[in-house]
């Protein structure tokens, strides 16, 4: 039978055992081993049952009493050894801070690739899907249903790769050197509204130096709609150039001439590097050229089997590797295609 | 196009400030690439008047000319030159003034120095120390009205616009062009230049005859006759214009020639009358085979396609190209046969390129010329030869196929004019506009213009051409803006691109790094990576114009792009290197276009980083590949399976197809060293390639949602040793066919000791998990024992003790 001198032994034991649990096992330990269901506590509370009712009540709070006390004190002590545990990473196994962590492999996008998706992007967000198209053209989309019949001087403004492919006498397949073949394509099957963008590679017969290259990337665009006019044209291609070049951006437009579009126009940025005031960027123009665009030419509409007196549409194309070149600061276009991981790593 | 702004004056009155002119030209259309001034680079260069000439004490051949200077400052030089005078006015350069070295023709400083024994207060320039021309004889006499003191820049210096100009605008390839597009953006007024002159003698038909034979590449052929000329150099004024706009002068005919070329953009060619066989010319085809040398010496082969000058018996020259050698204008040449005519541009073209010469004259013809303008170019040429030349014009042209006098005449209407701006611009500014350009408006009530295009202007033939030039001339800055409206279209889905974009996403986070490489390659390459049967099977489509032999053939794999990538970047130590690219290869298709089928391929090398990056650990392989493999597929959602397979550049036994459903959608492997060493690559390379067409159907749209298990899993490990040939996936499966099986990971693979030779020993972790209760021991260890049953009879594997 437990007795009141059980009980004070029982405490006295208690709290010296847990004086010396040190850490958060010890202390689970001593918890099971005086408070758990198998606990000494327990057992002697059980105990109890063999006692007078008089006794059995009064040993039975003090036993109570006995267990509130050890819970309070584990409780404590738990918090002590948790401090100490803490205090001592504090003190004992302070970090180095400035040494790296374990690297990660860090994988990035081509920067060609990041920049066409802001592009894409700024593009989407105003509506336009996109439509991609075949690298390998027929002559046919690239030029004469662009306006551009054979030995039209305008075909000096592509420089052309051809397949080595001959159909009476003439050459029908290509490198595509612009985008603008996938406007034809889309006309062809889908009626207005129509909204798209044609991201993609083209090629040029062209020499390679610090600003040209033979294989190049563009995105062209094309809307066709009721009411569309040179206005909605502007204030695209401005949007478009403060989205990916900063609000303040001013945006210039030029007269320009592509056969496939007829107002022809080119749109212009300020130098954002000089803003306006004539650097090595802009050519000391203050002004940098960043695409090109205008209404689509009526024949176009025409032939696609709209009405041309109804719709009108307008496009515009530029190139991404000009682009990037701006944004990143990049001096020689023939860094894209090099592929050198120590200018890749760099984006 | 050179257009020096001097010469331009003369047609129009140019503003004051030479950039902002260059600006609106510009944003017309008319784009100057270039402002180029000459005399910019004199300084201390001033017009003085020579007072009076000394002779040199010491020298024969040197004088002491005075020169006035302004502000009643005289100064002393030495001067060599022997056309020296009294009262001329001359470029005097100061002490201190830059130069060109008279004789290294080096830019240089003009210092103090003593001439033979006297002093030289600076000097008298020629115009080779200008930097004007090669002249060096003599001094260079300035115009009498040149003010003393003046700045020599502002009696001889010139702006030159250089224009970089489209091929619509063949007008503009001409002083008179641009003068056009000058008056009509300043309002200035255009001043055309005079054509008349006196004729004399016999009438031009009854001199000579001309012929067209092929009138579909020649619409019209105007011919002059010039008698009594004198060959000699041009006026001075005429040979500073040509040598301005970059022109060599040659003699007053010849000069005269590109002299209206330049004025008005007509191309003209003198012949030695006396030299055209029966003074008959015939414009004709060529015969195949032909030859003709050329005014240039050079010598061509014909073919049909090529248009022939010729007289009665051979060709004189390749019309709107160049003219013949054996009728050039010499110092000999009395009667000049002058031609003007129209030739068909795309022929032009064609010829030009087809032997490769293009000249002044072929740049604009190829781009389509007023049928209008033979006659008014010949008249002005005609007419600086009698006052140049000394020469005696022939009554009348000889005028071939004039042709009627069609005028274009284009209805614009206002509401066309609006739906394309979005503006409406008033009645009279829209006439305004017009007429400043040369375009007749008549208004059409109530609502049209008709506009009478001029002759020059061939590429205006629609109201929308119109209503460019109205927005050109207004400045399409000065529009407002607007934003799309209306309807937005639906949908389209791309689902290749989309997949294709995945895919960057989820290798670049696995730590890859993206490239783009060339479409094009060469045999070489390809066969590297490709078995010759495969070549042979598809043969690659190939370039008829390569810009080098190195991307002759568009590609059709992308393995030869990541192995050429990954060998210009390794370096000295094993850092890790993984890279991927997603782009087209080109399938050749029987007359068609190549079928361009999305492909994916990457490739790993290099050693495992260390806790510090050190490149020190497991040098990558076949399942440093296959992670990434399964990290994209898995970000995919796609379920796939590897089976051992063979391909030309995998090396055996490291090699798997990789599949789902039944589709093979890739490869992965260890690259043969056969086949890195042809890369100059002395590592190992593990690659792999999906083609993202077969993927695509295997792409969950979206991932269907499973319900997450209610009741506790039981987790347990299985040891079983297998021959070696038996595979994981394999073991996995028969596991996993128990429907109590919810999972079962591989987690060790072991053979040698105590493990039988021939076997292996694989551990798998295998999660169980019943729906709707929860799982006993007793239901484990029953499922455990029919799963070690049926590995027994199926693969043969005992339980590792």
């Known amino acids: 039978m437990p007795s009141n001198t059980d009980i004070k032994t029982l405490e006295s034991t208690a709290l010296k055992d847990l004086d010396a649990a040190a850490d958060a096992a010890a202390l689970e330990d001593w918890r099971v081993a005086y408070l758990g269901r198998k606990g000494k506590l327990t057992g002697l509370l059980r105990g109890l049952a063999g006692l007078p009712l008089a006794e059995r009540k009064r040993t039975g709070k003090q036993a109570n009493e006995l267990k509130d006390r050890l819970e309070e004190a584990h409780a404590a002590r738990r918090q002590s050894v948790e401090e100490a545990r803490v205090q001592q990473v504090i003190e004992g196994e302070r970090l180095d801070v400035t040494l790296p962590g374990p690297p990660l492999p860090l994988g990035?996008?081509?920067?060609?690739?990041?920049?066409?998706?802001?592009?894409?992007?700024?593009?989407?967000?105003?509506?336009?899907?996109?439509?991609?198209?075949?690298?390998?053209?027929?002559?046919?989309?690239?030029?004469?249903?662009?306006?551009?019949?054979?030995?039209?001087?305008?075909?000096?403004?592509?420089?052309?790769?051809?397949?080595?492919?001959?159909?009476?006498?003439?050459?029908?397949?290509?490198?595509?050197?612009?985008?603008?073949?996938?406007?034809?394509?889309?006309?062809?099957?889908?009626?207005?509204?129509?909204?798209?963008?044609?991201?993609?590679?083209?090629?040029?017969?062209?020499?390679?130096?610090?600003?040209?290259?033979?294989?190049?990337?563009?995105?062209?665009?094309?809307?066709?709609?009721?009411?569309?006019?040179?206005?909605?044209?502007?204030?695209?291609?401005?949007?478009?150039?403060?989205?990916?070049?900063?609000?303040?951006?001013?945006?210039?437009?030029?007269?320009?001439?592509?056969?496939f579009v007829e107002p022809?126009?080119?749109?212009?940025?300020?130098?954002?590097?000089?803003?306006?005031?004539?650097?090595?960027?802009?050519?000391?123009?203050?002004?940098?050229?960043?695409?090109?665009?205008?209404?689509?030419?009526?024949?176009?509409?025409?032939?696609?089997?709209?009405?041309?007196?109804?719709?009108?549409?307008?496009?515009?194309?530029?190139?991404?590797?000009?682009?990037?070149?701006?944004?990143?600061?990049?001096?020689?276009?023939?860094?894209?295609?090099?592929?050198?991981?120590?200018?890749?790593?760099?984006? | 196009m050179r257009v020096p702004l001097r010469w331009l004056a003369e047609y129009v009155d140019l503003p004051a400030h030479k950039e902002d002119l260059a600006r609106r030209l510009t944003t017309a259309g008319v784009e100057v690439g270039e402002i180029i001034r000459t005399g910019g680079q004199w300084e201390n260069i001033v017009?003085?008047?020579?007072?009076?000439?000394?002779?040199?004490?010491?020298?024969?051949?040197l004088s002491l000319p005075t020169i006035r200077i302004g502000n009643g400052e005289e100064r002393q030089v030495v001067c060599g030159a022997p056309n020296i005078a009294a009262g001329q006015k001359i470029a005097y350069a100061a002490v201190g003034a830059r130069l060109i070295d008279g004789h290294t023709g080096e830019p240089t400083t003009l210092k103090k120095a003593k001439i033979r024994g006297v002093e030289s207060q600076g000097m008298v320039c020629s115009e080779k120390e200008l930097g004007l021309s090669d002249e060096h004889e003599g001094i260079r006499v300035l115009p009498e009205d040149s003010p003393v003191g003046a700045d020599v820049a502002e009696i001889l210096g010139d702006t030159i616009f250089d224009f970089d100009l489209t091929p619509n605008r063949p007008d503009?390839?001409?002083?008179?062009?641009?003068?056009?597009?000058?008056?009509?953006?300043?309002?200035?007024?255009?001043?055309?230049?005079?054509?008349?002159y006196e004729e004399k003698g016999a009438q031009a038909k009854s001199k000579a005859k001309v012929t067209i034979q092929a009138p579909d590449l020649c619409s019209r052929y105007v011919a002059a006759i010039i008698e009594n000329i004198e060959v000699g150099p041009s006026p001075d004024w005429m040979q500073e214009h040509l040598t301005a706009a970059g022109l060599r002068p040659i003699n007053n005919v010849v000069d005269i020639t590109n002299y209206v070329m330049l004025e008005m953009g007509q191309p003209l060619h003198a012949f030695d009358y006396d030299d055209v066989a029966r003074h008959h010319i015939i414009v004709c085809r060529a015969a195949k085979n032909g030859r003709i040398r050329l005014l240039d010496r050079s010598r061509h082969k014909l073919n049909e396609?090529?248009?022939?000058?010729?007289?009665?018996?051979?060709?004189?020259?390749?019309?709107?190209?160049?003219?013949?050698?054996?009728?050039?204008?010499?110092?000999?040449?009395?009667?000049?046969?002058?031609?003007?005519?129209?030739?068909?541009?795309?022929?032009?073209?064609?010829?030009?390129?087809?032997?490769?010469?293009?000249?002044?004259?072929?740049?604009?013809?190829?781009?389509?010329?007023?049928?209008?303008?033979?006659?008014?170019?010949?008249?002005?040429?005609?007419?600086?030869?009698?006052?140049?030349?000394?020469?005696r014009a022939a009554r009348g042209l000889i005028d071939v196929n004039p042709g009627e006098a069609t005028q274009t005449k284009v209805t614009l209407k206002m509401e066309r004019l609006v739906r394309v701006l979005g503006i409406e611009p008033t009645d009279s500014e829209v006439r305004g506009i017009l007429t400043s350009l040369?375009?007749?408006?008549?208004?059409?009530?109530?609502?049209?213009?008709?506009?009478?295009?001029?002759?020059?202007?061939?590429?205006?033939?629609?109201?929308?051409?119109?209503?460019?030039?109205?927005?050109?001339?207004?400045?399409?800055?000065?529009?407002p803006t607007s934003m799309l409206r209306g309807e937005i279209p639906p949908l389209i889905p791309q689902p290749r691109r989309d997949l294709r974009e995945r895919i960057r996403d989820a290798l670049t986070d696995a730590g890859m790094q993206e490239i783009i490489t060339y479409s094009m390659t060469d045999l070489d390459s390809l066969r590297k990576v490709l078995p010759k049967e495969d070549l042979q099977v598809t043969q690659p489509l190939r370039l008829a114009n390569p810009l080098s032999r190195q991307w002759e053939y568009a590609r059709t794999t992308l393995r030869h792009a990541l192995l050429e990538t990954l060998a210009a970047n390794v370096r000295g130590n094993h850092e890790l290197v993984s890279l991927f690219e997603t782009a087209r290869i080109y399938i050749p298709r029987d007359g068609d276009l190549p079928d361009e089928i999305e492909s994916l391929c990457g490739v790993v090398s290099g050693r495992?980083?260390?806790?510090?990056?050190?490149?020190?650990?497991?040098?990558?392989?076949?399942?440093?590949?296959?992670?990434?493999?399964?990290?994209?597929?898995?970000?995919?959602?796609?379920?796939?399976?590897?089976?051992?397979?063979?391909?030309?550049?995998?090396?055996?036994?490291?090699?798997?197809?990789?599949?789902?459903?039944?589709?093979?959608?890739?490869?992965?492997?260890?690259?043969?060293?056969?086949?890195?060493?042809?890369?100059?690559?002395?590592?190992?390379?593990?690659?792999?390639?999906?083609?993202?067409?077969?993927?695509?159907?295997?792409?969950?749209?979206?991932?269907?949602?499973?319900?997450?298990?209610?009741?506790?899993?039981?987790?347990?490990?299985?040891?079983?040793?297998?021959?070696?040939?038996?595979?994981?996936?394999?073991?996995?499966?028969?596991?996993?066919?128990?429907?109590?099986?919810?999972?079962?990971?591989?987690?060790?693979?072991?053979?040698?000791?105590?493990?039988?030779?021939?076997?292996?020993?694989?551990?798998?972790?295998?999660?169980?998990?019943?729906?709707?209760?929860?799982?006993?021991?007793?239901?484990?260890?029953?499922?455990?024992?029919?799963?070690?049953?049926?590995?027994?009879?199926?693969?043969?594997?005992?339980?590792?003790?």
């Open chain 2, 608 to 801: 495992q980083p260390d806790r510090w990056g050190r490149p020190v650990g497991d040098l990558a392989g076949f399942y440093e590949a296959k992670s990434r493999v399964e990290h994209l597929l898995g970000r995919l959602c796609v379920s796939a399976g590897y089976r051992e397979a063979v391909d030309f550049a995998y090396l055996p036994g490291r090699t798997a197809e990789i599949f789902a459903g039944d589709a093979r959608i890739g490869l992965i492997g260890e690259v043969h060293p056969r086949i890195t060493e042809k890369f100059d690559i002395d590592r190992s390379v593990a690659m792999f390639e999906l083609d993202l067409d077969a993927v695509l159907p295997h792409v969950p749209e979206i991932p269907n949602f499973q319900p997450i298990p209610q009741h506790p899993a039981l987790e347990e490990d299985l040891a079983v040793i297998v021959r070696d040939d038996v595979s994981a996936a394999h073991v996995q499966a028969v596991i996993l066919a128990s429907n109590l099986v919810r999972a079962a990971r591989v987690f060790d693979v072991y053979s040698g000791d105590p493990i039988p030779k021939g076997k292996k020993s694989l551990a798998f972790a295998i999660t169980y998990q019943a729906e709707g209760r929860t799982l006993t021991d007793e239901d484990v260890a029953k499922e455990r024992r029919r799963i070690t049953e049926r590995l027994r009879n199926d693969l043969d594997a005992e339980l590792r003790g």
């Open chain 2, 47 to 61: 017009v003085g008047e020579v007072v009076k000439v000394d002779p040199h004490p010491n020298a024969d051949r």
């Open chain 2, 438 to 479: 040369g375009f007749g408006a008549r208004w059409m009530p109530p609502d049209r213009f008709i506009v009478r295009v001029p002759y020059w202007r061939t590429d205006v033939n629609i109201a929308d051409d119109v209503i460019e030039e109205i927005a050109r001339i207004i400045g399409y800055d000065q529009l």
């Open chain 1, 108 to 259: 990035r996008l081509h920067p060609i690739t990041q920049t066409m998706r802001d592009i894409v992007a700024a593009l989407t967000g105003m509506g336009f899907q996109v439509a991609e198209g075949p690298e390998i053209e027929w002559d046919h989309y690239n030029f004469e249903a662009l306006r551009i019949p054979p030995d039209h001087p305008a075909r000096d403004m592509w420089d052309t790769l051809w397949i080595d492919y001959e159909v009476d006498g003439r050459r029908p397949m290509l490198l595509r050197t612009h985008t603008s073949p996938n406007q034809i394509r889309v006309m062809e099957r889908s009626q207005p509204p129509i909204r798209i963008i044609v991201p993609g590679k083209c090629y040029r017969f062209e020499a390679t130096d610090a600003t040209h290259e033979w294989q190049l990337t563009q995105v062209e665009g094309l809307a066709v709609d009721e009411g569309i006019s040179l206005t909605d044209l502007k204030g695209t291609l401005a949007e478009f150039a403060r989205q990916m070049f900063g609000r303040d951006r001013q945006v210039g437009f030029r007269c320009d001439y592509f056969p």
């Open chain 2, 172 to 196: 503009l390839f001409s002083i008179l062009g641009i003068a056009r597009e000058v008056a009509a953006l300043t309002g200035a007024k255009f001043r055309d230049p005079p054509i008349q």
């Open chain 2, 305 to 391: 396609d090529v248009l022939l000058i010729a007289d009665a018996e051979r060709a004189v020259g390749i019309a709107g190209v160049m003219g013949g050698h054996n009728s050039e204008v010499t110092s000999k040449t009395k009667t000049v046969l002058l031609e003007a005519a129209n030739f068909n541009g795309p022929n032009i073209r064609r010829t030009s390129q087809a032997l490769k010469i293009r000249t002044d004259a072929s740049t604009r013809f190829e781009k389509g010329l007023s049928p209008h303008l033979p006659p008014i170019a010949a008249a002005r040429a005609v007419r600086l030869m009698v006052e140049h030349c000394g020469g």
């Open chain 1, 264 to 347: 022809g126009m080119e749109c212009r940025i300020d130098c954002f590097i000089c803003r306006g005031a004539g650097c090595r960027t802009c050519h000391h123009t203050g002004w940098i050229e960043i695409l090109g665009a205008g209404m689509v030419h009526p024949e176009i509409i025409a032939k696609a089997g709209y009405d041309p007196e109804r719709y009108t549409g307008f496009a515009f194309g530029m190139g991404i590797e000009r682009i990037a070149m701006l944004r990143y600061g990049v001096d020689d276009i023939r860094h894209f295609y090099a592929n050198d991981l120590r200018f890749l790593k760099q984006f």
